[in-house]
């Protein structure tokens, strides 16, 4: 057994810390566990060196394990290289449209697409199939992967051509490949405000500091978004920024809806560990609201989707909640035909996916104001945007409840095809490319 000298209790306190983070974090389990499995060998060796503060924060965090630029293989092709988390299990949202932008400025480059997987890594996914269902053709052979996602303090290389053109969106992508020795601007596809899913503290500002740099060419997922930007002391993102709005493509419904047996469907899109989606705030929503309206108790039922880490819940009232898990894409896309009514919370800027695409079905949807989101009618009509309160919420949910819910007849305002959504952002985006090439 090793005797726990200063140093060695030192290292078993790293230890706990990335066994820690690593329970916490669950897309950053691979590299935490290499880290972690690191330090144990030091542990267990009697290390005879203290941790550095690199290694102390690699251990933590994946934007402090670096990337060093190498030379390009044999025969490698100028790509559009994308850092992220590509595990097809995370294929929504903003994983799907950092997919659909890069894949769409390949296309306009006549560029390969390489995805590098920098936080977790469980195989490479089909990709292909996944843009081809949200009408984007790419093909195949020209789709690459490199997995980066368990590189430890010291970093890992990265073969990349001098032509490419390199994307992030997540915050830690951005820190990682802002100190890359890459003579090129990259692509900075911001989707949300990320400082603000922190506590006052060290990621609040690493997080917003990437903000900061000049190295990059900023494009804003949502005019909304952008709104509140202006708001901001990052005043080059609010001025330069192209913006865009979200493509929503949804499954069709049938011409003549069969009318379902049972109770109509209150959907609940529940993540307790994204603290932005309010889910207790919620919860507490529905439930006030059941004991409040008889309408509810006898005809409504509820359905929690979004994570299976949400336990076995009944309502005051007595009803038990439905628990769909963390569902696949296709799974989500055929139950939001069923929903009579849909509450997705959203305590930042972006109007969010679920909102977005219940409303384009006709399906009413509650969502929450932030700050500058005051407004969304810029995107539906079938959207209510509420205060991010119990009382609020509860009577937003009443109130839907009992007006007719379904295919209310409000013609959908956004756009359905993400080639014609990103058509002019990639246009200039590959001019500007171009135009750094000389």
Known sequence: MTAKTPRTVALLGTRKAAHLAKGALGKVHG??????????????????????????????????????????????????????????????????????????????????????????????????????????????????????????????????????????????????????????????LIQDYEPIFYNNGDQQLWASSTYESVKFVPVLNSSILHDYFRTTPHHRVAAEALVFEPAVRVPKRESTLVERPGKKRLFFYARPETDRNLFYTGLLAIDQAFEESAELRDNWDVWLGGTHTIPPLRLKSGLELQRLGKMSFEDYQQFTLTADLAISPMLAPHPNYPTLEFSRLGTPVITTSWETKIDLDRYSEMITLVEPTVAAMSQAIIERATRETAQEGAAPKTEESWTQALAETAATVTALHRGALG
């Open 31 to 188: 590299a935490l566990a290499d880290v972690e499995a690191h330090l144990s060998r030091r542990i267990d060796a009697g290390a005879g060196a203290s941790v550095t503060p690199d290694e102390l924060l690699a251990s933590r965090f994946a934007a402090f394990r670096p990337l060093h630029a190498a030379p390009p293989a044999p025969g490698q092709r100028p790509s559009v290289t994308v850092f992220g988390f590509f595990n097809s299990s995370g294929f929504f949202g903003g994983i799907a449209t950092l997919l659909n932008f890069s894949a769409t400025v390949a296309n306009h480059l006549d560029y390969d697409l390489r995805l590098v997987h920098t936080t977790s890594f469980d195989g490479d996914p089909d990709v292909a199939g996944f843009l081809r269902n949200q009408g984007i053709d790419v093909d195949p052979s020209r789709i690459h992967f490199v997995n980066a996602a368990h590189r430890r303090a010291a970093g890992a290389s990265l073969p990349l051509h001098p032509d490419d053109l390199l994307v992030v969106s997540a915050w830690w992508d951005a820190f990682a490949v802002d100190r890359l020795a890459h003579d090129r601007p990259y692509v900075y």
